[in-house]
């Protein structure tokens, strides 16, 4: 088998957070993603490096709204479940817009497996927060924690000749970036399903509590 080879200092290697999984108290839709924007990704996505923006958007007319100061997780996936390496860059556009890039590579490190063509996902989760005398109040367990979702298709063409992805004008990344009142970051292991208890993160990024296990519904 070509890879994965032996854990190397020196390499950097794509965490696995499985966003997809995580129990939530909200499912967005991609369509009408209410809280979150994707621009400038390229509609397929082939070997190398892509560059996108991320950032939220307007939720007035929305029954709930962005806890401030919540933690903006992403992961991308492959059609066979490989996790696609990604992070934010050092890139400050001053304006509340993340910008990250998702990088497809032959060798995805960690797994034997190869990313293969076809329809990905890109996951976002962030953490609401009830505006008052609107909408369903948040159950305690997803207060203050990782309680909405939206999942993102994409399309994974690894060979596309010329594929169209704009490029970022600063290199250097880094794995956290505050932008405006939120925080675009990838820190930190989500709240599985039928935990108890939410994932709370603190201003760092890292999960300050263990979620507690409940029964599984049968």
Not at 56 to 83: A, G
Not at 151 to 162: A, S
Not at 200 to 210: P, S
């Amino acid at each position: 088998m070509a890879f994965p080879p032996e854990f190397s200092s020196t390499l950097t290697y794509a965490n696995r957070y499985d966003l997809d999984e995580i129990d939530v108290f909200l499912e967005g839709d991609s369509s009408k993603p209410m809280f979150f924007s994707i621009s400038g990704l390229p509609k397929q996505l082939s070997f190398g490096k892509h560059y996108f923006n991320l950032s939220t958007l307007d939720s007035t007319n929305q029954d709930y709204q962005l806890r401030p100061n919540s933690r903006i997780l992403f992961e991308f996936k492959s059609k066979n479940n490989v996790v696609l390496k990604s992070d934010i860059t050092e890139l400050n556009q001053r304006n509340g817009i993340a910008t990250c890039f998702v990088e497809v590579l032959k060798d995805p490190l960690r797994t034997f497996k190869e990313v293969e063509d076809g329809q990905g996902t890109l996951t976002i989760v962030g953490s609401l927060e009830n505006k008052q005398g609107r909408g369903q109040t948040i159950p305690q367990k997803f207060r203050e924690a990782i309680n909405y979702r939206c999942i993102f298709p994409i399309e994974i063409r690894k060979n596309l000749i010329n594929a169209d992805s704009p490029r970022a004008l600063q290199s250097k990344h880094e794995t956290k970036s505050a932008l405006g009142q939120f925080s675009f970051a990838k820190f930190g292991v989500s709240t599985r399903k039928n935990s108890l208890t939410g994932t709370k993160y603190g201003v760092k990024g890292n999960a300050i509590n263990i979620p507690k296990k409940g029964k599984a519904k049968s």
